[in-house]
């Protein structure tokens, strides 16, 4: 077993991990600032010459724009497509994620971004990620054209303000540009750039870096003054205040003095108390923002042996949001994350110190993760195969691009037949739905009815077992006591006192009798008359049942498809839901489609390269050596390449394409409309000719 540190609880295997937080959570001394830092001046210009965006990935990236505008701006309207992030602020390494926010009427945001990345889908975009759970829910996604990484977010309005603000920034001095450049470049190869995973993103490293600059006097605090700018974004009240027109600071530290600077502030950051706040332009303390050190810690969480340790305590690493006031930055990072963080920035200004080459400081974390963010050479896997091969391989992805294309379509006419079925089956539904509502309410009536019978036979029952005697004897009997009770004594017959009690208790027995014999007979005749009525609807729905079936045949006989089918509502949203299954499964296979179309383009492009290739050296050796005249003399053009077999990339491949059409095909001679029309008329020459007749138009 291994053994753990008895005063952090580290494991060796953590401790060989982050071995450089370790040293200082143990006692170790904190990294002093290098004295050499203008030996770096080279290299970190290097960097910075390295993340410079070439003028075909600017193109390419304004025409995905432009495609992604129209795509989103047609399918919902009143909206409206806004560049924002690094890619607009100017400080954002090469290859970085375009970040885009669709502004739009108030809408679900979460059925909005599934609409989104089903029709990214359908344009053959890659990696299509919905993510609804988030704050502002957003699509992720690759464009395979120009190999960008897209985000698209909804109404994410303030990030818009936020990089209007890094971008004045950034335009106060160059250095700031630089700075922020070369500190993501050291955290995107050591792994530290990735929200998703757990560290800060790359904003926060900007604001880091913004934080710096401003400690060390190159740039001043935008965000002040009097006169204040509030303004409500998503119903919450903001302040936007920005100096768009401050100048930079006269500082003359150079860009390797405010690099390693850098790394040597934050490995010295009291965590436990400041704050990074840009807005005030210096750290705040924790107690005056009101963010405290929650427990548990990163070290607690990680040394834990619970099975479930539970969430880490908030307010870690704070950054504050320079106008989102209650964001924190760090909420993003996990255990983990705040260790490597915390560790790397005292590993880079150990080394620094130390001398390090700037190279081995950022030496890349796990290579395999970057392998995609540096554009491939397009054929870099078909330049060691014969011609022969890659025909096969053509003839190959033909065959698979006609078997797609064939499934496509099967599934295409399903979904038309599966659509069919259901409006069929609604149209039978809706059809009979007169007769169905009929029939409902008669149902509804006949259960009403059975209830009130059910009940007043009830009622009466209990009265006639009560009183044995029929209401009519009742009757003649009342009357008989009542004419004894009433009728003149005889003076020699007077009855008893006790037998004139009997008498009167009898007389009032007998009415009370009487009252419920009554009851009961009005009962007796409301049941008649409610089985009358249920044997009349009874009848009623026998009609109905009539109607609706003759109805119904006549339909299924005008459509054939419906034929044995069981036509109920739930059959026919069984159909839809099939529907709905059918084109997921196309814009799967429509994506498979694109990628089979872009290779077999590819492979085209290769062969057509290589006798493209064979037709230039020909030309070449017949003499003809002025056809690149007036180049410049380090470049190449597409051919060019494809003779040299040069690398290719995705920016070469449309030159090369439209360079080899022109060759192989003659281009027609444009001709102007009115010379068109002209030609129409027929070969006119100066001499009048014969003069036609005259015909009136029928």
């Not at 405010?258 to 502030?265: D, I, P, Q, Y």
């Amino acid at each position: 077993m291994s053994s753990t540190c008895e005063i952090t609880g580290l494991s060796e295997e953590q401790v060989a991990q982050w071995p450089h937080i370790h040293a200082v959570l143990t006692g170790g001394d904190l990294p002093a600032l290098s004295e050499s830092a203008n030996s770096y001046s080279k290299d970190l210009d290097f960097t910075i010459a390295s993340h410079r965006q070439p003028k075909g990935e600017e193109k390419r990236r304004e025409g995905l724009i432009t495609h992604l505008e129209r795509s989103l701006t047609t399918r919902f309207k009143g909206s409206n497509l806004i560049v924002f992030g690094s890619s607009k602020t100017g400080l954002s390494l090469k290859g970085g994620d375009l970040d885009l926010c669709l502004e739009m009427p108030p809408k679900d945001q979460k059925k909005t971004v599934k609409r989104i990345s089903g029709m990214l889908r359908s344009q053959g975009m890659e990696s299509v990620q919905a993510l609804t759970r988030a704050t502002v829910p957003i699509v992720k996604f690759i464009d395979p054209r120009s190999g960008f990484m897209v985000d698209i977010s909804i109404n994410n309005t303030l990030a818009v303000h936020n990089t209007r603000l890094l971008s004045t920034y950034a335009g106060l001095d160059k250095r700031v540009g630089e700075v922020t450049k070369c500190i993501k470049h050291w955290a995107l190869h050591r792994n530290l750039s990735d929200a998703a995973e757990g560290t800060l993103s790359s904003y926060a490293w900007s604001l880091l870096a913004i934080q710096h600059l401003q400690m060390e006097g190159l740039i001043p605090n935008l965000q002040t003054g009097k006169d204040r700018t509030f303004v409500e974004v998503d119903g919450m009240e903001f302040d936007l205040t920005m100096d768009t027109d401050a100048k930079g600071n006269d500082s003359k530290a150079s860009l390797a003095e405010l690099v390693t600077s850098f790394f040597h502030r934050y490995s010295n950051w009291d965590w436990s108390e400041q704050v990074v706040s840009i807005r005030n332009g210096s750290p705040l303390t924790r107690e005056s923002k009101g963010w405290m050190n929650e427990e548990p810690s990163a070290i607690t969480i990680i040394t834990t042996k619970k099975q479930k340790p539970g969430r880490m305590g908030e307010h870690h690493l704070c950054i504050e949001d320079p106008f989102n006031l209650d964001h924190d930055l760090c909420r993003v990072v996990r255990p983990e994350g705040e260790m490597r963080i915390r560790d790397e920035l005292i590993r880079a200004a150990a080394m620094f110190a130390n001398g390090a080459k700037w190279s081995e400081i950022c030496t890349t974390v796990d290579p395999e993760r970057l392998s995609n963010l540096e554009p491939d050479d397009l054929f870099h896997d078909l330049r060691t195969k014969s011609d022969d091969d890659v025909k096969n391989m053509r003839d190959k992805v033909a065959g698979e691009l006609d078997s797609l294309e064939m499934r496509i379509q099967a599934l295409e006419d399903e979904r038309q037949v599966t659509i069919r079925m259901a409006k069929a089956m609604r149209g039978v539904i809706e059809e009979t739905s007169d007769l169905r509502k009929e029939h409902k309410t008669t149902i509804q009536g006949l259960s009403k009815r059975n209830k009130e019978i059910d009940s007043i036979k009830n009622q009466r029952d209990v009265i006639n077992t009560n009183i044995v005697i029929p209401l009519h004897m009742i009757e003649d009997e009342l009357s008989k006591v009542y004419k004894r009770l009433t009728t003149e004594i005889d003076i020699h017959r007077v009855p008893s006192l006790n037998r004139e009690k009997e008498q009167f208790s009898w007389f009032f027995e007998l009415q009370a009798m009487h009252a419920k014999g009554r009851e009961a007979s009005e009962h007796h005749q409301r049941f008649i008359q409610l089985v009358k009525e249920q044997k009349s609807e009874i009848k009623k729905l026998k009609v109905f049942e009539s109607e609706h079936d003759e109805t119904t045949a006549k339909l299924l006989a005008e459509e054939p498809l419906l034929k044995d089918k069981d036509i109920t509502t739930n059959e026919a949203r069984s159909y839809d839901r099939r529907v709905v299954n059918i084109q997921k499964a196309l814009r799967t296979r429509r994506g498979e489609l694109h990628k089979l179309r872009r290779e077999a383009g590819r492979l085209d492009a290769w062969i057509r390269k290589k006798a493209g290739g064979e037709r230039g050296r020909g030309d070449r050796r017949g003499g003809d050596r002025g056809r690149g005249k007036g180049k410049g003399r380090g470049s190449k053009s597409p051919r060019e390449k494809a003779v040299s077999n040069a690398p290719m990339t995705l920016g070469d491949i449309s030159g090369l394409l439209s360079a080899l059409d022109s060759t192989d095909e003659k281009k027609e001679k444009k001709i102007s409309s009115k010379k068109a029309g002209m030609r129409k008329l027929g070969n006119l020459g100066a001499h009048r000719g014969n003069r036609g007749s005259y015909k009136k138009k029928e």
